[in-house]
């Protein structure tokens, strides 16, 4: 079989996926016959769903090009080049009909992002067929700690997430996807996922403890699984966690 080399670059974040010496600069890749450059950048170790741009020596490809010998590849991710104030428009245009589906490590993640109100599907006994086939057929983002998971050709979309830390995960969510804007606390059920109703405090009297009952006065009701949400510490504790997201930017 023919050897074959081709020189890449990767941008921005994409170098996160990259030993040192690869990082920031452009490097020959050695391969043998025919292959695509997706099929190249992924054995190189990034994943195809953080690729927002490829060039082939400075014109736009797609993931199928055959690559030829000595073709320069030059790899971008989302948000490469994009300036704060562009950034800030995103955030206001951002869909609000934004879904994810996360893999089994991250639950605190999926729980922070629906205190934001955002759809999250977790279920630890998923595997990655599961959850690959639920992102797909409704249309959701996967965010995993799992790049093998990433690289599955019917993965569509989808990011890897580079913090251990869930406070950190939830910016860098907020950060790649434009939700600050779309932070609304008390949308979603942290059980179900479904969507919160507004109650009155009378209807519930007998459901939640006296002193919670006197205490507060906003409740709020799970029609799915019957839970019910009053806005104690924890929701204090949000607001002042998405108030420094905001300070931040
Ligand atoms: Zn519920």
Redesign the pocket.
């Known amino acids: 079989m023919l050897k074959h080399q081709a020189f890449f670059h990767f941008f921005g974040s994409l170098n996160d996926f990259l030993s040192d010496e690869k990082k920031g600069q452009s490097f020959v890749y050695n391969f043998k016959g025919i292959a695509s450059v997706k099929n190249l950048f992924e054995a190189i170790g990034v994943p195809h769903p953080e690729i927002r741009k490829i060039t082939v020596n400075n014109r736009k490809k797609d993931f199928i090009y055959k690559v030829k010998d000595n073709d320069l590849i030059k790899l971008c991710p989302f948000n490469y080049g994009i300036n704060k104030f562009f950034l800030s428009l995103l955030s206001i245009f951002a869909s609000i009909k934004i879904k994810f589906i996360i893999d089994v490590h991250l639950g605190k993640l999926g729980k922070y992002l629906k205190l934001c109100g955002f759809d999250v599907l977790y279920n630890w006994k998923w595997d990655d067929d599961e959850i690959i086939k639920l992102a797909s057929s409704q249309n959701r983002i996967i965010l995993t700690h799992d790049i093998g998971l990433l690289k599955n050709k019917k993965v569509i979309k989808g990011y890897w997430i580079r913090s251990q830390y869930p406070d950190e995960q939830i910016i860098e969510v907020i950060e790649r996807y434009h939700l600050l804007s779309k932070i609304k606390p008390f949308k979603r ?1 942290l ?2 996922n ?1 969507i919160l109703i507004k109650i009155p405090k009378s209807k519930i009297k007998d459901k939640i403890p006296l002193m919670i009952y006197r205490k507060y006065k906003l409740f709020f009701f ?1 029609l ?2 019957n ?1 019910i949400y009053w806005r104690g510490s924890h929701y204090y504790n949000m607001k002042k966690f998405i108030k420094r997201l905001k300070i931040k930017y």
């Open positions: 059920c059980h179900c479904n799970c799915k699984c839970k």
